[in-house]
C-alpha cells in the first residue's frame, strides 16, 4: 500500500490575535506548526501502514522552512518525504494549490491519500476534494473511523451533521479526516533519530511536469480583495435602574418583541 | 500581481512585521524587504505609516472574463427532505440575483415535485430537478458531475450551495473540473456596484479576521455558505416557476453509502432549530451556574448554549458550544450570560434577531452586539428573571 499524507505548516492561529486599533493581525511569537488536523492524517497513515504494509510518504507545498514539519512527521514514523518548493507555487488558492499537489501525487503515485479536514488558517476543506478530481478518484471527506481496509476496498465511516454514513470506496481513494478518527502518536526516540538523519527531497514545478499557468497567483481563480477586523453592529439599549427594575424592563421589551 | 516596499518611502519602522501571518517581511540594511514566503495575502498592506508597501499588477494578471449569467442555488437534501440552508441560500440568491437583474434558480437532486414547488415559493424562478435513482442519496461523484454538467450547460454566473458537510464535500470537485474558483463558509455576500463581481466574505484564521475573496475573471463564482446565516426571503403561497427535469445520464459512482446512521436521542441538543437560546459563559463559575441556566431555559422555553470557556471548564458538554469552533445560531432571541463576546463566540451568534446581554462588566464587548444590555451580577439577576417569567406566564 503506497500512503501519501499531504500536511501543511501553519501559523497556531489559537494564538493569532488583531490589533483593534490598526486592524491587522499580531503574529510577534506565534509558532508555526503541522496543521493539527494532519495530525490525525499522518496518525492514519501509519495505521493503514500497520494494518496493510507499504509505505508512508508525506508532502507538503511549502517555502523551504516547511522543511521542520516534514521531520516532524517522520519522527512520528513517517517512511520519507518531499518538500515541493518553488517560487512560481507562491500565492495559491486552494484550486492551484490542489493542481500542484496532485501533480506531485501523480508523479509519487499513491493507493491512499491523507488530508486533513482542513487547514486552520484558511478554514476551506477544499483542497482534499479538488485534489481527488483532478486526479480523478473517489475520495471521502469527513473520515471519524476505517472500518476495513484491503487492496482494492476501503469501508469508512464519514461524520455528517446528524450522524454517520459508512461509505465503501475503491482505491486509489482520497480521504480527509477528522479529529474523532485518532489520537496522533509521540515521536519515538527512533523516530527523532530518523527525522535527524532524513534526507528531504525537493521537487519544483518543472519536476512534477505542472503547467506554469496553473501554479500560484497565475493559476489562482480567486484573489483576496481585503482583509478586516470582524464588524459589530451598535443599536444596543442599556436596562438603567435597580437590578429590580431592570429585569421588569427586559420583560417588558420581550413581550413587545412578542419572545413571551 | 506581487508585493512591493518601496525601499524609499520605508523608515525601517518595523510596523509591518507583526502584521504578517507568514513571517515573510524581513529587515535587511535598515529597510524592510518581503522574501519568498509572502503568500499575498495583503494583510500588511494598510499598516505601513509611510505607505510604502503597495501592490503591483502584472500584465499576466489580466484575463479575459468567461461569461455566465443567473444565479443558481444547489438545494441539498437528505432522506428526502430539503434542509433549511437551501431556503436561506434562496434568500442571499434573490437579493444578488435582483441586484444583478438576474434569474435565480434552483438545483435539486432527489425529493419530490412538491419539494420543487416549496422551492418557487421561496423565491425560486425555476428549477433544475433531477430524479434518477443515483442522486437519491449523496455520492460525491454523481453529485458532482451531474452539477458540473448542468453548469456547463446552462451557464450561471453565480452557484451557492450550503457550507454543510455534503456542500463542503462536493462542491470543491465541481470548481475544480470547471477551473473556477470557489470561497468556502461565506457569512456575507454581496454584489459590487462597479464590477459587478461577487464579494464573498468570509472569516478565516480561527474567525480573528474577515477577508474579501474575489473571484473576477473565470465563471461562474462559486461559495459556500454557512447555515443560518443568511435569512429566507418571502414565502409566496401562489409564486409560479418552472421545473426542468434534467437526467443523470449514465453518471457512475465508486462509492457507495453502505449504511447511514443517525446519532440523535440524547447527544443532540438542536440549537440550531431552536427559537430562543440562553447561553452561559465563564461568568457563570461553575456547573451550578448552569443549573440556575436550565432553570431559565426551562421558564423562558429555550434550550440551553455555551462559550468555548465554559465548555473548557468542563462544565457543560461541547455540542452546547456556540461559535466559530463551535454551532453556529440564529434563534428569535439569545441571551448571553456572563459572556464576554470575543469575535469567534460573536460569529456563531450575532445573526440572532435579538440579542440580550447579562454581564458584570459595563465594557464587556457583547453589550456592542446586544439589543439589550444588563449590567449586573447574574447570580442576581437570572433567578429574578425566572421568577418574573413565571409571573408572567403564569406559571
Ligand atoms: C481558534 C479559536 C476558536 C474559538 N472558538 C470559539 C467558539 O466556537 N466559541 C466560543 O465561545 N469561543 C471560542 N473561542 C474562545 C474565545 O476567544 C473566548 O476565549 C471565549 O469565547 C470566552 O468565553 P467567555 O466569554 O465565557 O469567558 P470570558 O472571556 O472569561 O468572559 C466571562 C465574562 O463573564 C463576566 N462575568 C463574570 N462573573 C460574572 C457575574 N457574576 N455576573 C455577570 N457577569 C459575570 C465577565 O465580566 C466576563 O465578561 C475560540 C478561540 C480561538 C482562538
Ligand atoms: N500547501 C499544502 N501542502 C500540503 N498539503 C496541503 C496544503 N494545503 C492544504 N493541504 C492539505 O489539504 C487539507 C485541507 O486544507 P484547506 O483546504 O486549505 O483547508 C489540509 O489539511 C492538508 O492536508
Known amino acids: ?260 | 500581481m506581487f508585493v512591493k516596499i518601496d525601499k524609499d518611502k520605508c523608515s525601517g519602522c518595523e510596523t509591518c512585521i507583526g502584521s504578517c501571518p507568514y513571517d515573510a517581511i524581513v529587515i535587511k540594511g535598515e529597510k524592510a524587504e518581503i522574501n519568498e514566503l509572502c503568500q499575498l495575502c495583503k494583510a500588511c498592506l494598510s499598516v505601513c505609516p509611510e505607505g510604502a508597501i503597495s501592490e503591483v499588477e502584472e500584465a499576466s494578471d489580466i484575463k479575459e472574463k468567461s461569461e455566465g449569467k443567473g444565479v443558481w442555488i444547489f438545494a441539498e437534501q437528505r432522506d428526502g427532505k430539503i434542509s433549511g440552508v437551501a431556503f436561506e441560500l434562496l434568500g442571499a440568491g434573490r437579493r444578488l440575483a435582483d441586484k444583478l437583474g438576474a434569474e435565480l434558480a434552483a438545483v435539486l437532486f432527489g425529493a419530490t415535485g412538491s419539494d420543487a414547488n416549496e422551492l418557487i415559493r421561496w423565491g425560486a424562478d425555476k428549477v433544475y430537478h433531477c430524479t434518477d435513482e443515483i442522486v437519491n442519496t449523496f455520492n460525491d461523484e454523481p453529485y458532482s458531475k451531474l452539477l458540473a454538467e448542468l453548469i456547463k450547460q446552462y451557464k450561471p454566473e453565480i452557484v451557492l450551495a450550503g457550507a454543510t458537510p455534503i456542500g463542503r464535500s462536493f462542491i470543491p470537485r465541481v470548481a475544480a473540473s470547471l477551473k473556477t474558483g470557489l470561497t468556502a463558509d461565506c457569512t456575507s455576500l454581496d454584489i459590487d456596484d462597479e464590477s459587478k463581481n461577487l464579494l464573498q466574505i468570509r472569516p478565516a484564521f480561527g474567525g480573528n479576521i474577515m477577508a474579501t475573496i474575489l473571484c473576477p475573471n473565470t465563471r461562474p463564482q462559486m461559495a459556500t455558505v454557512r447555515p443560518r446565516v443568511m435569512k429566507r426571503g418571502e414565502y409566496n403561497e401562489t409564486a409560479k416557476g418552472a421545473i426542468i427535469n434534467v437526467s443523470a445520464g449514465d453518471i457512475k459512482s465508486r462509492t457507495k453509502v453502505l449504511q447511514t446512521v443517525k446519532e440523535v436521542a440524547e447527544n443532540a441538543v438542536n440549537l440550531q432549530e431552536a427559537s430562543i437560546i440562553v447561553s452561559g459563559g465563564r461568568g457563570l463559575g461553575g456547573e451550578k451556574g448552569f443549573e440556575l441556566l436550565y432553570e431559565l431555559a426551562e421558564a423562558i422555553g429555550g434550550t440551553v448554549g455555551a462559550s468555548r470557556a465554559a465548555v473548557d471548564e468542563g462544565w457543560i458538554p461541547y455540542r452546547h458550544q456556540v461559535g466559530q469552533t463551535g454551532k453556529t445560531v440564529g434563534p428569535k432571541l439569545y441571551i448571553a450570560c456572563g459572556i464576554s463576546g470575543a469575535v469567534q463566540h460573536l460569529v456563531g451568534m450575532q445573526s440572532s434577531d435579538i440579542i440580550v446581554a447579562i454581564n458584570k462588566n459595563p465594557d464587556a464587548p457583547i453589550f456592542n452586539v446586544a439589543n439589550f444590555g444588563i449590567v449586573g451580577d447574574l447570580n442576581e439577576i437570572i433567578p429574578m428573571l425566572i421568577k418574573k417569567i413565571k409571573e408572567v406566564k403564569g406559571l
Open chain 1, 1 to 260: 500500500m503506497r500512503v501519501i499524507v499531504c500536511v501543511k505548516q501553519v501559523p497556531d492561529t489559537a494564538e493569532v490575535r488583531i490589533n483593534p486599533e490598526t486592524n491587522t493581525l499580531m503574529r510577534d511569537g506565534v509558532p508555526s506548526i503541522i496543521n493539527p488536523y494532519d495530525m490525525h492524517a499522518i496518525e492514519a497513515g501509519l495505521y493503514i501502514r500497520e494494518k496493510a504494509g507499504g509505505k508512508v510518504t508525506v508532502v507538503t507545498m511549502g517555502p523551504p522552512q516547511a522543511e521542520t514539519a516534514l521531520r516532524e512527521a517522520i519522527s512520528m514514523g513517517a517512511d520519507d518525504a518531499v518538500l515541493l518548493t518553488d517560487r512560481a507555487f507562491a500565492g495559491s488558492d486552494t484550486w492551484a494549490t490542489a493542481y500542484t499537489l496532485a501533480k506531485a501525487v501523480e508523479h509519487l503515485g499513491a493507493d491512499v491519500i491523507l488530508c486533513g479536514k482542513q487547514a486552520i488558517d484558511g478554514d476551506t476543506a477544499q483542497v482534499g476534494p479538488e485534489m481527488a478530481e483532478f486526479l480523478d478518484i473517489p475520495h471521502i471527506a469527513y473520515v471519524r473511523k476505517i472500518e476495513e481496509i484491503e487492496d482494492n476496498r476501503i469501508v469508512v465511516q464519514r461524520l455528517m451533521d446528524d450522524g454517520y454514513d459508512v461509505i465503501e470506496s475503491s482505491l486509489p481513494v482520497l480521504l480527509t479526516v477528522v479529529k474523532e478518527l485518532n489520537v496522533p502518536r509521540m515521536p519515538s526516540l527512533k523516530g527523532k533519530m530518523a527525522a535527524k538523519k532524513a534526507e528531504i527531497k525537493k521537487m519544483t514545478a518543472a519536476d512534477i511536469g505542472a503547467t506554469e499557468e496553473n501554479l500560484g497567483l497565475k493559476g489562482s481563480p480567486t484573489q483576496v480583495k481585503n482583509i478586516f477586523a470582524p464588524e459589530v453592529k451598535k443599536d444596543r439599549k442599556m436596562l438603567e435602574g435597580l437590578n429590580e427594575e431592570k429585569v421588569m424592563a427586559l420583560i417588558n421589551e420581550l413581550q413587545v418583541m412578542k419572545c413571551l
